[in-house]
């Protein structure tokens, strides 16, 4: 199993930038996928972006490619959400989430571990 803890969120102005990370704990070297998905009030859970645990392969969403930016430190079991250029649309909970198995990476049932959430809040 593996516990995943996020921090990093925030209060930020619109244009600002924020990096949330993801530390992973317990069987962390043998994940397979790492995701973010975010959930604005009143709004389902989406998918933001995903990387491959080994291999380092990205995935966005259309609504945030060419701003955020995932990454992940292999040593430090740790993984990362770059986030530039923010706007109001992007304020949400942030939740890091893990897998060890392959899937379709914008499924939020494909994801077996979750973090806590952390707030991000873009202001106008």
């Known amino acids: 199993q593996v516990q995943l803890v996020e921090s990093g969120g925030g209060l930020v102005q619109a244009g600002g930038s924020l990096r949330l990370s993801c530390a992973a704990s317990?069987?962390?070297?043998?994940?397979?996928?790492m995701g973010w998905f975010r959930q604005a009030p009143g709004k389902e859970r989406e998918f933001v972006a995903a990387?491959?645990?080994?291999?380092?392969?990205?995935y966005y969403a259309d609504s945030v490619k060419g701003r955020f930016t995932i990454s992940r430190d292999n040593a430090k079991n740790t993984g990362y959400l770059q986030m530039n250029s923010l706007k109001p649309a992007d304020t949400a909970v942030y939740y890091c989430?893990?897998?060890?198995?392959?899937?379709?990476?914008?499924?939020?049932?494909?994801?077996?571990?979750w973090g806590q959430g952390t707030q991000v809040t873009v202001s106008s």
């Open positions: 989430a893990a897998t060890y198995y392959p899937g379709t990476y914008y499924y939020i049932q494909s994801y077996n571990y």
């Open positions: 317990g069987r962390a070297y043998s994940l397979y996928t």
């Open positions: 990387l491959t645990w080994s291999g380092g392969n990205t």
